[in-house]
């Protein structure tokens, strides 16, 4: 990288070391970020920064394919170790993640408003078109698994209501879902990722795209397939079925699809921008991720091999597929028609305001809108995972590192520490990052738009310095 990123936005008083956080943060980042920081509701942090035009690094695209890789690179991986032990310690995908291997200026703060100095607009790595694109507070970028976190919103929106059970059988809603073993699976074993559906298909090689794309024939698949294990007596991270799986419940309560209930339920009510299914007329606002290739279909079956799964064991064609298919979904969302399909999964695009201010309406009232009661909040984040192993034989290598689950939402845990103990949220491949903190009223959106969190080498190195400085200005307790 060359140049030091531009850092816009303003802070509240308190709130000014964040700012110096987050231009640290992003001091060796070649792309833009947003962050967005409201504390009971109020918004306390809001920064964007514009990193240099310079081409990315060979080492930055390096470890932007090993997060790719699996898909996982959202919630599943653990410290670097040997792969197989880092696959199982982490859970969620890691089994192919882990062996692949994937200053502020401008601003002047003044009682409670900021005076912007500088232009907040620069062109970055990856923007397209014939020129540079603006990047701004407004831009609005890809999330990929900070996705699942507005998906498990609309089913606790649902519950809450009274119109949808989570202990109840899937089937109940959705009758064909029955077949194949699967009459027990419940809503919570979906929402925990629990029910034995990683991927589309046994088919090593994943579906196809243009099938990734059909989500009616996606759903269909899913109803007839055989789960990898039991539902319910272990969880692996579902990296896009889980979108479709627990949207189909959505769709199937309310009549409407997730995206369309999300838009109605959720995003209209508060006036967020965010969607499952970008709009053309909001296609002028998105800025494209950057990311290295993914690794060869043969370079994930032999990570896969290294866990001591035969190639044609279920979970090993399951990863395969997985990977294959979480890449593909990856490549299309660079393009026009991915963006405008619903993909619940991983291809919501938003920023890191409207993120943000979401997380604060699930813990709070914003602007006279509390989406859920304590009630609701307290339930969705209570571990559901914890006691489980991951699927044979990954559990061998279960460790401290692994994935955590509530009901749609990551708990923290060393590699992901979130906002510390009682928080719940959800990270996206590459970096992006949304989370709540109700016993301090924080929430808080992030986004990214180079891909370059290693999830195997622990927390994203953008996150430490701000979220250290978001802890402290909201007075939690070091260590808690």
């Not at 509240?12 to 060796?28: I, L, N």
């Not at 514009?50 to 690094?57: L, Q, V």
């Not at 003044?110 to 397209?128: H, K, L, N, V, Y």
């Not at 370059?452 to 994203?460: E, F, K, L, R």
């Amino acid at each position: 990288m060359t140049g030091r990123p531009r850092v816009d936005g303003s802070v509240r008083p308190g709130w000014e070391a964040v700012r110096d956080a987050f231009a640290q943060g992003q001091a060796h980042d070649d792309g833009h970020a947003q962050l967005a920081v409201r504390h009971h509701g109020r918004v306390v942090v809001d920064l964007w920064s514009t990193g240099p035009a310079a081409a990315r690094s060979a080492a930055a695209r390096s470890v932007a394919a090993r997060s790719v890789a699996a898909g996982a690179g959202d919630a599943s991986s653990a410290a670097s170790r040997p792969a197989a032990a880092a696959a199982g310690a982490a859970g969620a995908g890691a089994a192919v993640t882990a062996a692949t291997g994937p200053a502020a200026t401008g601003l002047a703060t003044t009682g409670t408003e900021a005076r912007r100095t500088g232009p907040s607009d620069a062109g970055g790595p990856g923007t397209g078109g014939p020129g540079p694109r603006p990047y701004g507070p407004d831009s609005v970028g890809v999330l990929m698994s900070v996705s699942k976190a507005l998906v498990a919103v609309c089913a606790h929106l649902l519950a809450e209501r009274g119109a949808l059970d989570l202990d109840a059988p899937v089937a109940r809603y959705w009758p064909e879902f029955a077949a194949a073993g699967k009459a027990d699976t419940t809503v919570t074993d979906l929402l925990a990722h629990r029910a034995g559906l990683p991927a589309f298909t046994a088919d090593p090689g994943g579906a196809p795209l243009p099938a990734l794309l059909d989500g009616g024939a996606r759903v269909r698949a899913l109803a007839e397939m055989q789960p990898v294990w039991q539902p319910g007596s272990a969880f692996l991270y579902h990296a896009l079925t889980y979108g479709h799986l627990v949207g189909e419940v959505v769709r199937r309560v309310s009549g409407r699809s997730v995206g369309r209930f999300f838009a109605d339920q959720v995003a209209g009510p508060l006036g967020l921008d965010l969607w499952i299914g970008l709009p053309q007329r909001e296609e002028h606002r998105f800025v494209p991720q950057s990311a290295g290739p993914p690794p060869t279909a043969g370079r994930v079956a032999a990570a896969v091999q290294e866990l001591g799964l035969a190639p044609d064991h279920p979970l090993a064609t399951a990863l395969r597929a997985s990977a294959a298919e979480l890449a593909r979904v990856t490549r299309a969302l660079d393009r026009r028609e991915g963006r405008a399909t619903e993909i619940p999964g991983a291809g919501a695009i938003g920023n890191a305001r409207s993120l943000a201010r979401l997380h604060a309406a699930l813990i709070g009232p914003v602007d006279g809108v509390r989406l859920l009661s304590s009630r609701t909040v307290d339930r969705a984040r209570a571990p559901r995972t914890d006691h489980l192993p991951q699927p044979a034989p990954l559990h061998r290598f279960d460790g401290p590192d692994r994935s955590r689950f509530g009901l749609g939402f990551e708990l923290p845990r060393p590699g992901e520490p979130l906002l510390g103990e009682g928080s719940f949220g959800h990270a996206g491949a590459g970096g992006r990052l949304g989370m709540a903190h109700p016993e301090s009223g924080l929430a808080v959106g992030y986004v990214c738009t180079a891909m370059s969190w290693d999830p195997s080498a622990g927390p994203d190195p953008r996150w430490v310095p701000w979220t250290a400085a978001v802890r402290e200005a909201a007075g939690i307790p070091a260590g808690t």
